[in-house]
């Protein structure tokens, strides 16, 4: 195992912790990737704000149809007990604690639960989607990401620094070193990657690493 | 994913005391009868559950359905738009004596509210009541030049609903007008209990068809040639049966 | 011509002004039989609360399907072009302002617009249904009623006694005397009976009747 | 009753300079992509309709549909989700050379204010956006305990929609999830003006299939053989065609 996990490793990492039959909301971009690692016997129904309740995977090239995607305007198809409704509907689902489990990307995640991930600043152009929405609406909000920036800066901190999604919204975090809970404004260390000791790990993280009981290692297969 | 139940009894076993009710219907259409007798039949057995909140257009009509459960003393308040009907003696007779709390809510205000409580709105502003007696004590304010009453969200603990077809995984649709409170209250209550008149499998339902999603219906439970309230009154029905 | 207009003679009248492909809300009781007296030609197209839109007449006894019902219970038929929709579509198209005409009983209307149709007082369980949400909704809002109480009292207030459905929102009245307007906070009469006088009208209206221009006379059919 | 029109001449002809238009579509599924071609080829020719505010979830993607209104300078304000895209460079150059104003809006929030324009809610409170810039100015109440934002309706002069079968009285139905907005958009618009793949009879939707209810829509015009959005970007096309 490399010095840290994948982006598809991390999104494998998450995966594991969706039960069966929850109904969960993958943010655009990495969070995609998580349906694909589904532990066997196990089916979570997806929900897409643009209107779509239990979706399949992506169709093969050539075979797309633009009018069945996901929010991320990528090509999905249909299951079974597959659901299409409007926006407002789609919405009342998301705000009114219908859905188990959204995982969203972030910029930076702060130890009272503050997630920044829409907005780099006043310069360019912004753009929130529905992750708004998505923070205060689904009954368990977890993050997954790497643990730090391209130029090593941490990304989970003690106070966001950039413009605010959500107010105290994120309960667990996937990075490409650990899995962390938030609990009482802090970040609990449940899971490490073995060859990384809990200093180095305190090092790149902006905020302190507590520590409840043991921290498994964090164990994700090549991929 | 398998959300179907397979009887009545199983269905409304899990109701408490002092619970929140929803049951869908306006008058007679959509309303799941078998299910409150289900839950009357509990209630002849156990005693439980009672002190209930009961949330439904109407206030029951005739001996059968939400009437049978008001008669029999299984409702505390009602929350409701209309509560006349055919014959609406049952409620009546205990409102007059003070024996069950109303609150009159306008019909527009009460769909709302309902998909309000559903789609995580706390509340909104209408311009149904302004300036009569409903709207005593809630909040005004001015928009544009017209006054609107402020109303919030109201939620339940189950929801007791009609459907046509329901597949396994809650998917829902209903019969012509049978529809009206129905979806919204599938939206509104931590447990929203269906009976169908039949039980599909998933994909049976077109996609496009659906008019509630599974994600809004806990369990669903087949009754297969549910009574129309309506015939059960022009038979003069009462439930429990009394002997003629 | 009797000394006064029956009830199916002023839902006659009222269903004389109703225009050709207009949606229309009718309440419950004596607005639902306007219905039946469209103008040869003319079809509007028929709201009920509960959730249907473009519905027919009555089916014959023994023929009822008791899921296709009006806001009064009673059972309607389909027509082409009918749609079904729960509750809170039903009223959004009332409060957003969709239908072009509500059509409603009265205990009393008042000369600024104020309508009460829904409370006889603290006596009694009250009702209320749709109503309050129909006045403020329909672009245009008609009454239907007899001229006075049973007991001869006057319906047309200066001020309404009871307690109210919607403040300043009826626009017409059809009465079993007269047609009359509402504007500027006045009753403007627009037709009455022909073997009543304007005197012996104002006598059993309980405010001001004004008349701006000519008044004519309230010609019903015999019905 | 026949609401339809002869052609997509016809069905832009009304819209005015400086009007509000909400365009359906998420992305490139559920955009009237002929439609909003049709009022740029009536731009090109007469120089209306400009100055317009459009309502959108996105900004656009290429050079083809909203893009291309952008493009020839006819929207002076988007109000949107998520103004980015496969290709947003349009409103991207626009908008930071300070040419096009921009309202940023959640897009469950974007979604519940058309809805609220539609029934009648001049204002609603929702917790997305509480304790953010986006939140800055509005109104903040608690309700038990949490906190929400109040945000106000949403409504346009024109809707811009499209749909899949349409009957002569206006009911329609839609293809998966091109759904999305518009039938939120077709209830929020004083005119709303509908492209459909199909003119049909009444009667022949289902009157349980119907999506949305014909007394939301005002014109219904037939263009059988819709492009995609998607399909034309990855064609590279422009519009209005520019020589290669």
């Not at chain 1, 971009?29 to 997806?46: D, N, S, T, W």
């Not at chain 1, 009114?96 to 006043?122: K, Q, R």
């Not at chain 2, 039949?41 to 156990?46: A, K, N, S, V």
């Amino acid at each position: 195992m490399s010095a840290k996990l994948s982006a598809t490793q991390i999104a494998w990492r998450a995966a594991q912790e969706i039960a069966d039959d929850a109904y969960v909301n993958l943010g655009i971009g990495l969070p995609e990737m998580v349906a694909r690692f589904q532990p066997p016997g196990r089916q979570a129904i997806f929900h897409t704000e643009n209107g779509i309740l239990g979706f399949g995977e992506a169709p093969p090239a050539g075979e797309e149809d633009w009018d069945l995607i996901n929010a991320g305007k990528k090509a999905v198809t249909l299951l079974p007990g597959t659901a299409f409704f409007h926006h407002a509907d789609s919405f009342a689902m998301v705000r009114g604690g219908h859905l188990d489990m959204a995982i969203l990307g972030a910029f930076e995640v702060a130890e009272n639960g503050d997630l920044a991930n829409w907005s780099t600043g006043p310069k360019g152009v912004p753009a929130v989607g529905g992750a708004m929405d998505l923070v205060h609406g689904a009954k368990q909000v977890v993050v997954i990401t790497e643990h730090t920036t391209k130029d090593g800066k941490p990304k989970l901190v003690k106070r966001c620094s950039l413009p605010l999604t959500g107010v105290g919204c994120v309960t667990r975090v996937y990075t490409s070193l650990a899995v962390i809970d938030i609990q009482g404004g802090r970040f609990i260390l449940r899971e490490k990657l073995a060859a990384m000791s809990l200093e180095e790990l305190q090092a790149v993280t902006g905020a302190e690493l507590g520590v409840h009981g043991t921290v498994a290692d964090l164990v994700v297969p090549e991929l | 994913m398998n959300k179907t139940l397979p009887t009545l009894q199983d269905a409304v076993a899990g109701i408490t005391d002092g619970a929140t009710i929803m049951i869908g219907g306006f008058g007679g259409s959509g309303a799941p009868i078998e299910m409150v007798h289900a839950l009357i039949d509990r209630f002849l057995q156990t005693g439980a559950p009672k002190n209930l909140t009961v949330v439904n257009n109407n206030a029951g009509n005739g001996h059968v359905g939400l009437a049978a459960m008001i008669e029999q003393g299984m409702v505390a308040k009602l929350i409701c738009s209309f509560p006349r009907s055919a014959d609406p003696r049952v409620f009546t007779e205990r409102y007059l004596a003070g024996k069950i709390e109303l609150e009159l809510v306008p019909q527009g205000t009460l769909a709302e509210r309902i998909r309000a409580g559903g789609a995580g709105i706390p509340a909104f502003y209408t311009p149904a009541s302004f300036g009569t007696e409903l709207a005593e004590g809630k909040p005004v304010e001015e928009f544009d030049g017209r006054s609107y009453v402020r109303e919030r969200w109201l939620k339940a603990d189950f929801a007791l609903v009609k459907a046509h077809l329901g597949d396994t995984m809650g998917n829902l649709t209903f019969n012509k007008a049978a529809r009206n409170f129905n979806p919204l209250m599938c939206m509104a209550a931590t447990t929203t209990i269906v009976q169908v008149s039949q039980v599909v499998e998933p994909g049976t339902i077109d996609p496009e068809h659906v008019v509630t999603p599974g994600i809004f219906v806990q369990a669903v439970v087949e009754v297969a040639n549910p009574a129309q309230e309506e015939d059960l009154n022009r038979a003069n029905a009462h439930y429990p049966e009394v002997a003629a």
